[in-house]
DNA sequence: AAATACTTTTAGGCTTGTCTAAAAATAAGA
DNA sequence: TCTTATTTTTAGACAAGCCTAAAAGTATTT
């Protein structure tokens, strides 16, 4: 089995991520959104890819991967978010920062390699955006996490993910302070637009609009 | 000003290690061998890159890198090297693992990585096999070392690189476990055939080939 | 059901990077 | 110097990936 090419494996991963989060075939539209590309280039992609049988293609109803295809894509997936974990954790990018450099860094072949950055990294089981890493077998950990939003007034919760990883969003986090790991409780909703009022870290009161929360995972607490 | 090609990016580094070796032009077979590709295809990128301004090419008579293309393979140099640095020390590869990999990690772009990569590091000077690192400006620490069967009967020295890095030669190191840093004395020199007997580490007495000698790198001490 | 809008595919073309075979240039040997 | 060997270039072809424009198919309105 000869490897993929860059191009290849990207249009790989698309499948894969419009996959898991709709659980539905992949559109051509929806593929070329997120590789920045034309429905023509991924017509003619999706045709290739089915012919190396990692992907199923009917016309006009996209795509799903096979177990083949599956299985490059999930490991893609590992590989790059254990470069965005050595990439914050090891050479102290911010995690705006590390998508575009994971997203070369992951083509990178070397089963060896992944290997042992991941031991290095000590195993690290979700990655900077709090996105779970699969294991070498292709086993993702499983957390149970809830869109702020659903959080009752009251309710304590853990920040543990972004729905949302582009640069914009991340930066305005860092600017009001809200990363991984912060403890939230919901004090007020304004149901007029889904604005919430949050008590931070038990030592401060912000107010963030319901695109913000969204796109915030978290675990309820005590 | 756009950048490079995987492709131009290796074919720049092969004009650079041959013109450094030599100091000479880049013939075309000489860059079809070290790129395991067809002089035809070479003489089609000489003509590209040409084109580019990254090197100064005239039919029939090779290669040379412009100021512009040195800069180029020069950072690419660096970016292989410290890669090597970083599979080696921080992931534990051994020294005969490292060079393909690092032909891939090389082709990452991304300034700040690499400022990060060489911070990380500590800034070394050499890699795994004893080749300087250019530091970010491009200068490269030269060192006073000489080919190990240049030294004399009795003579000391410390070994601090390698002449080639295949992985024959280098795992055959391993087995005499001659490593970078070892100290080493000349014993005896069979003028037939060039091949020498050496104290290593003034513990322990070697015969080596003239061919094993004429790869090693030496530094002369007291 | 017909008209309109949207999505997807096809057709045709372009660049990059490769190859083989043949031609041309240069180097080496007699 | 002339002939032969070697190196290099050119010619022609091909696959991968991309693009635009046009055609075909599907979905949504009226
Ligand atoms: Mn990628
Ligand atoms: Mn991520
Ligand atoms: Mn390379
Ligand atoms: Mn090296």
Redesign the pocket.
Known sequence: MESL????ENYLKAVFKIGEKDNKAA????IAGILN????????????LAGKGLLHYE??R?ATLTEKGSELATNLVRKHRLWEVFLVKTLHFSWDEVHEIAEQLEHVQSDELIDRLDFFLEKPQFDPHGDPIPDAQGNFTMRRQVPLPSLAIGERAVVVGVQESSVAFLKYLDKIKLELGARVQVLERFEYDGTLKIELNSNEEITISHKVSENLFVQKTK
Not at 27 to 30: K, Q, R
């Open positions: 090419t860059q191009a290849e559109s051509t539209n929806a590309t034309t429905a023509a280039s991924v017509s003619d992609m999706l045709k290739r016309k006009h996209g």
